[in-house]
């Protein structure tokens, strides 16, 4: 099993950056494609950015392509995700997953979730 706890979340104004984290749990963790995804209320949940269990591997929504960059550490157990050129419509709660078997954009693909954290972005 892996536990999951991001962090990085805030307030920024619109064109400011953030980096968020994503600690796992476990020694398994180098196994695991890792995504991120996003949440607004009354919206479902969306994929942002996946990586693969050896960080050669990257898939972004379109929505995000060139602005964010997901990386990971495995010695760290952690993941991230770079925010660059953040615009109010990035507003929302963002959630780290782990997936045995991929990190693509299908949420219910993935077996484990953070808790979440807020990115905020003011106009």
């Known amino acids: 099993q892996v536990q999951l706890v991001e962090s990085g979340g805030g307030l920024v104004q619109a064109g400011g950056s953030l980096r968020l984290s994503c600690v796992g749990s476990?020694?398994?963790?180098?196994?695991?494609?890792m995504g991120w995804f996003r949440q607004t209320p009354g919206k479902e949940r969306e994929f942002v950015a996946g990586?693969?269990?050896?960080?050669?591997?990257?898939r972004y929504a379109d929505s995000v392509k060139g602005r964010f960059t997901i990386s990971r550490d495995n010695a760290k157990n952690t993941v991230y995700l770079q925010m660059n050129s953040l615009k109010p419509e990035d507003t929302a709660v963002y959630y780290c997953?782990?997936?045995?078997?991929?990190?693509?954009?299908?949420?219910?693909?993935?077996?484990?979730w953070g808790q979440g954290t807020q990115v905020t972005v003011s106009s």
């Open positions: 476990g020694r398994t963790f180098s196994r695991y494609g």
């Open positions: 997953a782990a997936d045995r078997t991929g990190w693509g954009p299908r949420r219910y693909e993935y077996d484990y």
């Open positions: 990586i693969s269990a050896s960080g050669t591997s990257t």
